[in-house]
């Protein structure tokens, strides 16, 4: 990991789950990475060694402000938010309120360039939201762009799509229980009974929805790689960030199956509120991005998320046996 003298980068949710993975890839690309999180569900420990972690709401503009004069931070990645279509409207809401917060502190702090971390549920099945969840989304992306439209401001919106998989050193990975691919390695190793599948009659090639599965290091080095973007002139940047290539959810059964060689114990369930039958990013605008491809396949996503929470159980008996 390279020494950080660079320009600091203020990472709001950089103690969560793809927020440890891109204040890692910041630090390995020479930035000083600060993180604001509130820890309501990052975790401290997330954190990599030698970053900075300011507790703070990151819709708490006095406390944003504060830090970004403190640090010098020239450039903003924005992450915090609820974490995807299922979470109550409430938290949708106070997300999107935080997320509004963060980006008016930016502004008035100064900050030059902002990457924004979106979903793919903005654009839904491509022809717009489908859920709450998507529509907040949508409205943050516009509403971050007309902050930072005109000369000498930039900000990229990056779409991300499902993020799976593990740091390949375990530095880094998902919380339990986080999206079907971290559901079925529990399910491999016997941390839960089974898995659910949410609908067997979509209009797809087994009946199951189709996504695209991309790894959280891949998701990190993109925003770099559109940070340097804007470094470089670029106004603006609005990008799929994912694979290109869809699975559906029987494809990634049987990938975990495969890969951990212990066969799943599956359920059908109906589907859920929301849901679309296929999201697959569209990856001609990201791959313009010099030196952004996405590296990790399925196995290597899965084979991960594996290692990860093998290792989490391991110290979780450890600790539990006082050791």
């Not at 991309?214 to 106004?235: F, I, K, N, Q």
């Not at 029987?250 to 039958?277: F, N």
Request: with cysteine; hydrophobic share 45%.
């Amino acid at each position: 990991m390279r020494e950080p003298g660079g320009p600091a980068v203020l990472v709001s949710g950089g103690a969560g789950y793809v927020g440890s993975h891109v204040a890692l890839a910041l630090v390995e690309a020479g930035y000083r990475a600060v993180v604001v999180d509130d820890l309501s569900s990052g975790q401290g420990e997330a954190v990599p060694a030698g970053v900075e972690l300011a507790v703070a709401d990151a819709g708490d503009r006095g406390a944003v402000e504060a830090l970004i004069e403190r640090r010098s931070v020239a450039a903003a990645i924005h992450l915090a938010d609820a974490s995807g279509v299922d979470e109550p409207a409430a938290r949708i809401l106070r997300g999107a309120a935080a997320g509004a917060g963060f980006v008016e502190a930016c502004r008035a702090g100064k900050v030059r360039r902002l990457v924004l971390t979106s979903s793919a549920a903005a654009h839904g099945a491509g022809a717009g939201p489908v859920n709450a969840y998507g529509a907040s989304k949508l409205a943050a992306e516009e509403a971050a762009r007309a902050v930072f439209a005109g000369p000498g401001r930039g900000c990229a919106v990056l779409r991300c799509f499902n993020v799976a998989g593990a740091d390949p050193e375990l530095r880094a990975g998902p919380r339990r229980g986080r999206g079907l691919v971290q559901a079925a390695c529990e399910a491999a190793l016997g941390l839960r009974e089974g898995v659910t599948v949410f609908g067997a009659d979509w209009d797809t090639s087994d009946g199951t929805c189709v996504r695209d599965y991309v790894h959280p290091s891949d998701v990190a080095a993109a925003h770099v790689a559109a940070l340097r973007a804007l470094e470089l002139g670029a106004a603006g940047l609005v990008a799929d960030c994912g694979t290109g290539r869809g699975h559906s959810v029987r494809e990634v059964l049987a990938a975990v199956e495969r890969v951990s060689r212990r066969a799943l114990v599956v359920r059908e369930g109906p589907r859920r509120p929301g849901d679309v039958a296929r999201a697959v990013a569209k990856p001609e605008r990201i791959r313009r991005l010099p030196g952004w491809r996405a590296r990790h396949g399925l196995d290597a996503v899965v084979s991960t998320a594996l290692a990860w929470t093998e290792a989490l159980a391991w110290e979780g008996a450890r600790r539990g046996a006082g050791g």
